[in-house]
């Protein structure tokens, strides 16, 4: 019994997204998984620019520490300002004071201006996607933490789902992907069986129809609210991890939300397994074991109690000795300037997709 945990991991988030709340409603209601890319996020991260990016990033990486979360490995997609981008996340992280592991999401479904939603097998590389390996590996080259990011099997050719598996063991990362995320994606494992490693992150795979390797980022929350159905996380082989996929890094409240949909699915489900997953993430951070973050519950390092305890709060963070929140308070930067700045970036991103 203890009011103490290690900083939480965020396994799978989308700094950008932070800004999408509020955003205006869409020209028509998605009716499926692939239209909800389409009328929201594929809108969306079109119209990023570096600025929107920092503050993004800023929002959700300060949002995620206050809830005691200090890691977040990201996934990023800005098709129209992709050069740098890495670097505007990473600078809003080190600002706030959390970890990170960074990637661009490469896709081919970009042709110049105009957007195609399925992508054939054997089609070309796009120059889209040059520009988006070449964004990480400048990261990856100049000391970033970080893996090679691809944004799904669908959206990209074989070319290059390929070329990205051979930057990421020229680097000695793993390849940060969504897989088989909704039904449009059902070959993503063949397609993958012959690429992935040990070193994968692989995300939702709810609807993946194969054993593949790589660790998988189980994100219920966001999982629910696209219709996708359940991931049944506890049949993977490898080790699970918890991720967000850009709803917020609140983990306590995602490692609720796991083990209940995880008990829907089975009765038997105990919360040690959501409690596991959201612990996993630790691997990816060793260094979180070293912080501390009091919580306002006497019980928060147990997973039957965490798990019927909504609304627990995160009160303290400490960092290598140094007390990055107070009183559930940041003290090593101003959340007003924070909050104004990205409502400002949000107007005009908002006045882009009006
Ligand atoms: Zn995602």
């Not at 996020?41 to 990486?61: C, F, K, P, T």
């Not at 627990?312 to 009183?327: A, K, N």
Request: net charge negative; aromatic share 8%.
């Amino acid at each position: 019994m203890s009011f103490t945990t290690n900083g939480l991991v965020c396994g799978h988030h989308h700094l950008y997204s932070s800004l999408a709340r509020g955003m205006p409603a869409p020209p028509q209601t998605p009716n499926s998984f692939i239209s909800v890319l389409e009328n929201v996020w594929w809108r969306l991260d079109a119209v990023l620019d570096l600025d929107i990016i920092y503050w993004s990033a800023a929002l959700g990486a300060a949002e995620a520490l206050l809830n005691g979360t200090t890691a977040i490995i990201d996934h990023h997609e800005s098709p129209f300002a992709i050069e740098g981008s890495l670097d505007a996340i990473q600078s809003a992280c080190d600002m706030v004071g959390v970890s990170s592991n960074l990637c661009y999401g490469v896709t081919d479904r970009w042709v110049g201006q105009s957007m195609q939603t399925h992508v054939a097998p054997s089609s070309k590389m796009s120059d889209e996607a040059r520009r988006g390996l070449a964004e990480n590996e400048r990261f990856l080259k100049a000391g970033g933490r970080g893996m090679i990011g691809v944004h799904a099997a669908f959206t990209c050719s074989d070319e290059t789902l390929e070329t990205a598996a051979d930057l990421a063991k020229q680097h000695n990362v793993g390849v940060h992907i969504h897989v088989a995320e909704g039904p449009d994606d059902i070959d993503a494992g063949s397609r993958l069986q012959n690429l992935a490693e040990d070193n994968w992150l692989i995300v939702h795979a709810v609807h993946l129809d194969q054993q593949i390797k790589g660790t998988l980022a189980h994100n219920p929350r966001s999982n629910m609210n696209n219709s996708v159905g359940y991931a049944r996380p506890s049949r993977w082989a490898h080790d699970v991890i918890l991720g967000t996929d850009g709803i917020g890094a609140d983990m306590l409240e995602e490692m609720r939300l796991a083990y209940v949909r995880h008990r829907e699915d089975d009765i038997t489900a105990s919360p040690d397994s959501a409690w596991s997953w959201l612990q996993n993430g630790e691997k990816f951070f060793p260094e979180v074991k070293r912080d501390v973050v009091t919580w306002s519950y006497d019980n928060a390092d147990s997973p039957w109690h965490v798990a019927f305890t909504p609304g627990i709060r995160c009160l303290s963070v400490v960092r290598d000795g140094r007390v990055l929140v107070e009183d559930g308070v940041p003290t090593q930067f101003d959340m007003n300037e924070i909050r104004t700045k990205a409502a400002e970036a949000a107007r005009i991103l908002h006045e882009r997709l009006a």
